[in-house]
């Protein structure tokens, strides 16, 4: 089919251009055609990357469609097949990704990530007339077991794949000491989540805390990963095409769906921000109406603070615990 992308539409002025020059980037989930992983990776590699690793799992055709799309700009892009679910797919990818680079990638972004269907959470579907009892039990049965298991596939591949790529490149940044940073592609659902997508709304929280659990295990190390998750309001890729008319899925949030190549652009300024003022953060960006059917597009910085507080009661009446001795 080829791409049906135009990647000049991603050559960027020179002063967003510069965050990413000379960099070697890595991109999960880059393989899908109109989607946001490729429009990441035509924004890396039409602004002066040194190399742009097209990872894919399944999407073999587009992925080598993109790769060759690239290459036909003189690029020096390349492609990446695994399942970022499994720990063996992912680790045999090391030696080969660092060979093709010259080195470690040291720009990660983590944007693999399914979809559901949908369906209520906690509630069973709605009786049919002159349905039997048994045609039911059985019929919501399946359909308990199969909305589960969608779920199921949206958090492994999200929480599983991002957890497994950052493991592998922070290892390697720490052991070439050389500075990496990861970008992890969250959803505005995490913190303002929508019904009918549970799975995606745990798993897009799910990656809201990886900055901050790296940031604690690197410890002494840490100054040598930037990392921060962002949460995208919709963007219209193939997993949202069928919405992008529909006000009531989107409206809440903007006045119409964003384009792959504005969603690819807003990340390539943020990351030409000072690192100290990205580490260890979460950003949203946030879309307004600017008239003629353009868009203003602005981040802001969403902070996730835990509080705690007494209770009157527990305070009154705490518990005095012994183990009994043996």
């Given at each position: 089919m080829g791409v049906t992308v135009d990647p000049k539409a991603f050559v960027l002025p020179d002063h967003l251009a510069a965050a990413m020059k000379g960099k070697r980037v890595f991109i999960t989930g880059a393989g899908k055609d109109r989607g946001l992983g490729q429009a990441f990776a035509f924004a890396a590699g039409m602004n002066g990357a040194a190399s742009v690793a097209i990872h894919f799992h399944r999407s073999y055709a587009d992925g080598l469609d993109t790769v060759d799309a690239l290459e036909q700009h003189g690029v020096n892009a390349f492609p990446v097949q695994c399942d970022v679910t499994?720990?063996?797919d992912v680790w045999s990818i090391r030696s080969y990704v660092i060979e093709r680079m010259g080195g470690p990638p040291d720009l990660i972004i983590c944007n693999s990530g399914l979809s559901e269907s949908g369906y209520v959470f906690g509630r069973a579907p709605r009786e049919k007339d002159g349905e039997s009892s048994a045609r039911r039990r059985a019929r919501v049965r399946q359909a308990f077991v199969s909305n589960l298991e969608e779920s199921e596939a949206v958090i492994d591949t999200k929480v599983d794949g991002f957890l497994a790529i950052t493991h592998l490149w922070a290892s390697e940044a720490v052991y070439a000491k050389e500075r990496a940073t990861f970008v992890y592609i969250s959803s505005r659902q995490a913190v303002d989540p929508g019904p009918g997508v549970p799975g995606y709304v745990v798993a897009n929280w799910a990656v809201v805390a990886l900055p901050k659990i790296l940031r604690v295990n690197l410890g002494k190390e840490a100054d040598k990963v930037t990392s921060f998750s962002v949460g995208y309001p919709f963007v219209r890729t193939g997993m949202t095409e069928e919405y992008a008319?529909?006000?009531?899925?989107?409206?809440?949030?903007?006045?119409?769906?964003?384009e792959p190549v504005e969603a690819a652009t807003a990340l390539v300024q943020l990351l030409g921000r000072p690192a100290e003022t990205l580490d260890d953060?979460?950003?949203?960006?946030?879309?307004?109406?600017?008239?003629d059917g353009a868009v203003d597009a602005r981040w802001s910085e969403v902070r996730l603070e835990a509080v705690e507080t007494k209770l009157g009661w527990s305070e009154e009446e705490?518990?005095?615990?012994?183990?009994?001795?043996?």
């Open positions: 499994s720990p063996q008319e529909n006000e009531r899925v989107f409206g809440r949030w903007q006045p119409r769906m964003l953060r979460f950003f949203q960006l946030n879309v307004n109406d600017a008239g705490p518990l005095v615990l012994k183990v009994a001795p043996e």
